[in-house]
């Protein structure tokens, strides 16, 4: 089992920044890639960003330029530093973490950006 929790969600204005945490724990040793999702309301959850254990990343196209994914393995932590935030920014990101298929999920935190 992965346990993984989410901070640093917030109010913010279009144009600002905010920088997620992702504390892992458990059986962390097997993770691959971790991830960020989000999910706005009345849409799907979508893919904002992954890395692997190798420090590999990928992007939403919408997020390219403005969000950057990064991982801490001595520490177990995952971030997602967020510049230029727009309102259409605004949902629920949750943290991912994929063990061989094995797909581990946060509770997510609540970023809102105002216009």
């Known amino acids: 089992q992965v346990q993984l929790v989410e901070s640093g969600g917030g109010l913010v204005q279009a144009g600002g920044s905010l920088r997620l945490s992702c504390a892992a724990s458990?059986?962390?040793?097997?993770?691959?890639?971790m991830g960020w999702y989000r999910q706005a309301p009345g849409k799907q959850r979508e893919l904002v960003a992954v890395?692997?254990?190798?420090?590999?990343?990928n992007y939403a196209d919408s997020v390219k330029g403005r969000f950057t994914i990064s991982r801490d393995n001595a520490k177990n932590m995952m971030y997602l530093q967020m510049n230029s935030l727009k309102p259409e920014d605004t949902a629920v990101y949750y943290c991912?973490?994929?063990?061989?298929?094995?797909?581990?999920w946060g509770k997510g935190t609540l970023v809102t950006v105002s216009s």
């Open positions: 991912n973490a994929d063990d061989h298929r094995v797909y581990y």
């Open positions: 458990g059986r962390i040793f097997s993770i691959n890639s």
């Open positions: 890395i692997t254990s190798g420090g590999s990343t």
